[in-house]
């Protein structure tokens, strides 16, 4: 009987780690980033975020951050590199509850192009922007919805600091639709 039991649980543990699927990154969360520059061997770098991933990732990473957030020394800002226009500000409000309850119920946008700026400024508590990822020659836009939740500034060693947590939820589809909790 053990000569047996052994080599079927054996294949049985094999057989279940061989048939587990890579799980797909979360579409939403809540997450911080800031502008503490670290060098690296030869470069300078910064985290940022990267919504296809839902992960912080480096300016060096490949592939590199959809936003990055920064500090002209008077406000706070978004920064992206895809070489488009890419933020709108969907909506500007007073409280926390309001901007939470707006972003729940953006469900579906439409923003015409005259609309998007190349970056997000300032940015202020309970904003709500709406993100667009892509180039402008690829044709391949996905879409991210952020409620600013916190803001922090200060001096910082090379230039003013500056962090922000936001909520966000992604849409990869291509389409301005993010499906409700």
């Given amino acids: 009987m053990k000569k047996t ?18 799980e797909a990154p ?12 670290t060098l690296g061997s030869t470069t300078y770098y ?19 951050p959809d936003i990055t957030v920064d500090s002209d020394g008077t406000s706070i800002l978004f920064m992206t ?9 969907a909506g500007d409000y007073n409280d926390a509850s ?7 119920n953006l469900t579906s946008a439409t923003v015409a192009e005259n609309l998007w ?16 990822a ?16 916190s803001l922090k500034t200060g001096p910082g060693d090379i230039k003013p600091f500056a962090s922000c947590t936001f909520e966000w939820q992604y849409q990869s589809d291509g389409t301005l639709t993010f499906p409700a909790k």
């Fill in 117 to 132: 700026t190349g970056l997000a400024t300032p940015l202020k508590e309970n904003q709500v922007w709406i993100y667009r």
């Fill in 134 to 149: 892509g180039s402008r020659t690829s044709g391949n836009d996905h879409y991210a919805k952020l409620r600013i939740i």
């Fill in 98 to 104: 309001s901007a939470k309850t707006a972003f729940d």
């Fill in 81 to 89: 590199e895809n070489e488009r226009n890419s933020f709108y500000l």
């Fill in 5 to 22: 039991l052994i080599p079927v649980l054996i294949m049985a543990l094999l057989l279940s780690a061989s048939c587990k699927k890579d």
């Fill in 26 to 37: 979360d579409t939403r969360g809540t997450v911080t980033i800031d502008n503490t520059t």
């Fill in 46 to 64: 910064v985290y940022g975020f990267l919504f296809s991933t839902a992960s912080k990732v480096t300016t060096r990473d490949t592939p590199r």
